[in-house]
């Protein structure tokens, strides 16, 4: 079998991020952070191939262009509060996180593919299809801890947290129509989806420490 593959493109990036720490007062710091990305690409691919047998006579051969155009946006959003407190060891953390995702892309996909039989052409078929990809998702997510020490052996950490996510994605595939255009949907290749999830949790650590010993 040979194979032969060519491609070219270009892919683009932009990745800003955002800082800013605020100092309350001496035992109290509040942190925002925000990185964002913004990327694209443009790609296009040739293949071909071909199957043949000992003897050199061809089983089957197959020409294949793609081509994709896609953008994917992302955002994640993180706010945290930090608190101690002159009792040492006593600390309250808290957080709060939002994240995007939007994505999209455009396909193309043009293929001839065509069989053998005893070095004779029987039969051939092609595939010329739009592929159009769409997906976006929030997630939301936020947990409180605090540690209390309860003496100098025993302290207490309690953690409660919550996080939703939620999704919904598109996937369509239209054959060519006679005109030209892509508007002939292919349901087989074809799906969407919705997704809703939410968590709640919460934990207690009831820690125990002796003094260190050194050998």
């Known amino acids: 079998s040979q ?8 892919v683009q990036q932009y990745a800003p991020i ?5 100092k309350i007062d001496s035992l109290t710091t509040l942190t925002f952070k925000s990185t964002n990305t913004y990327k694209t690409n443009k790609l296009s691919n040739y293949t071909k191939s071909e199957t043949d047998l000992e003897d050199l006579t061809p089983l089957n051969k197959s020409n294949r262009v793609n081509n994709n155009d ?3 946006r992302k955002s994640d959003n993180l706010l945290t509060y930090r608190k101690t407190f002159k009792k040492p060891g006593e600390l309250l953390t808290a957080s709060l996180r939002y994240t995007y995702n939007d994505n999209s892309e455009d396909n193309f996909t043009n293929s001839a593919n065509y ?3 005893n070095g004779v052409q029987t039969s051939s078929d092609s595939i010329n299809q739009e592929k159009k990809i769409h997906s976006v998702s929030n997630t939301l997510a936020g947990n409180v801890s605090w540690t209390k020490p309860l003496s100098k052996e025993w302290s207490l950490t309690t953690l409660a947290s ?3 996510n939620t999704s919904d994605g598109h996937l369509n595939t239209f054959d060519k129509a006679g005109d030209g255009s892509y508007k002939n949907l292919a349901p087989f290749y074809s799906n969407n989806f919705k997704y809703d999830a939410s968590a709640l949790g919460g934990t207690a650590l009831l820690k125990y420490v002796t003094k260190k010993i050194y050998f």
């Open 3 to 10: 194979r032969t593959s060519n491609g070219r493109g270009t």
């Open 70 to 72: 896609g953008t994917k």
């Open 18 to 22: 955002l800082k800013y720490e605020w």
């Open 115 to 117: 069989y053998y039989t």
């Open 162 to 164: 919550y996080s939703n």
